[in-house]
């Protein structure tokens, strides 16, 4: 049984459907067998999750002489120690499987088709570069945009009320100890990006953001393990978010493994911007420690 299936071709498909191709995927018969007048195709082909977890790649094929047909579908397991390959090296390993190069199939076909890799479940890879002058901008109003999505998620009414302001994003960009990072995807585009200060062992993400539209994508935790990995020194790594970004708290807390420490509000206002609170709001204080058994002064 197959818990899931992802159709990479069908013979039968129509142009602008999902598996249509150009392509007739038709092959001489196989070597040594080969009569003339005898046609060879491959029906379809695509992969299969099973329903213990792994996977297959399924081909059928058939071929034809006159009024005879035949055939058959080949089902190939995929070796679990390849899924600790990258995926473009994972994808030149399972197009070897099922006869799909013998039917003209490619990596570039398997590349092409948007889902494949979340179906195996490889996570979108980032590079975080530092952020340039000329980007700053765009940077900024990404980063405005995505904090204000989170916003209006909760209030879904007409509030006008900037989440991000230019004075803290600038504020926060120009403190001592400030790197600013665009995370950079496989193909090129900025989908997110973060501020940090390191202050010795003290690391601060003052902000992390992910582009709207590729949220939930593993992105963000991406992101966070990157700026982890080179800063091994930091020891303990501190955030803000406001109370009603209820994404951000489950991310931190639930993905993250941070820990609310402090609640900052009109009555207890954080001292490093206590005008935050003109409306009354509320920011959790998150820490994480590398070392569970460290103590800080």
């Given amino acids: 049984m197959h818990k899931e299936k992802f159709m990479i071709y069908r013979r039968d498909a129509k142009k602008g459907e999902a598996t249509y ?12 067998h080969y009569i003339e007048g005898m046609e060879e195709w491959a029906s379809w082909y695509c992969f ?6 792994t996977y297959e790649a399924e081909l059928d094929e058939a071929w034809n002489e006159g009024s005879h047909y035949g055939g058959g579908t080949i089902n190939v397991d995929i070796p679990k120690e390849w899924f600790a390959l990258s995926y473009v090296d994972f994808l030149e390993h399972v197009i070897t499987l099922a006869a799909a190069k013998h039917y003209g199939f490619t990596v570039d076909d398997l590349k092409e088709r948007k889902g494949l890799k979340q179906f195996f479940g490889f996570k979108d890879s980032i590079n975080l570069i530092r952020l340039s002058e000329e980007h700053t901008i765009a940077f900024k109003e990404e980063m405005q945009e995505a904090f204000q999505h989170g916003f209006m998620a909760y ?13 803290d994003f600038y504020q926060s960009l120009e403190a001592e100890g400030a790197e600013a990072y665009e995370a950079i995807s496989e193909d090129g585009q900025r989908v997110g990006g973060a501020i940090i200060t390191v202050n010795g062992v003290i690391g601060e993400l003052a902000f992390l953001y992910v582009k709207v539209g590729v949220q ?3 992105i963000g935790q991406a992101i966070r393990k990157s700026i982890e990995a080179m800063h091994p020194e930091i020891e303990v790594w501190e955030t803000c978010t406001p109370y009603f970004d209820r994404r951000n708290i489950h991310f931190y807390i639930n993905r993250c493994g941070f820990h609310a420490v402090e609640f900052f509000n009109e009555h207890h206002p954080d001292p490093n911007m206590p005008e935050q609170f003109d409306q ?3 920011l959790f204080k998150f820490e994480k420690k ?3 058994d460290l103590h800080l002064p």
């Fill in 21 to 32: 191709s150009p392509k007739s995927h038709s092959a001489p018969h196989f070597e040594g």
């Fill in 48 to 53: 299969n999750k099973k329903d213990d977890g």
């Fill in 155 to 167: 209030y879904k009414d007409d509030n006008q009320w900037q989440v991000l302001p230019d004075k």
């Fill in 216 to 218: 939930s994508k593993g």
């Fill in 280 to 282: 009354e709001d509320g």
């Fill in 290 to 292: 590398n070392d569970a």
